[in-house]
């Protein structure tokens, strides 16, 4: 199995996790989450704009307090 399969069935949130320059996926899998991404987004499967405004503010919202520190 490819990494395009195993990822394909990702949900966007996830997807947007793997693509993250500070992940500790390999460029390859960042490439390819990215793909998908785009390919759903060209598909008006999901809105990215939406999407990561939400990753964002979960991430900051579960870790402000070590930022800031």
């Known amino acids: 199995m490819n990494l395009r399969d195993k990822f394909i069935n ?3 949130m996830q997807l947007i996790i793997i ?3 500070n992940s500790d996926y ?4 960042k490439t390819i989450a ?9 598909n008006k ?3 990215i704009i ?4 939400k ?3 979960d991430y900051l919202n579960a870790n402000i ?4 520190i």
């Open 45 to 47: 499967e999901i809105d």
């Open 55 to 57: 990753y964002w503010t």
């Open 26 to 29: 390999t460029d390859d899998a």
């Open 34 to 42: 990215i793909d998908i991404i785009n390919d759903r987004e060209k």
């Open 65 to 68: 307090k070590s930022l800031i």
């Open 50 to 53: 939406k999407e990561a405004t």
């Open 10 to 12: 990702h949900s966007s």
């Open 19 to 21: 693509a993250e320059k």
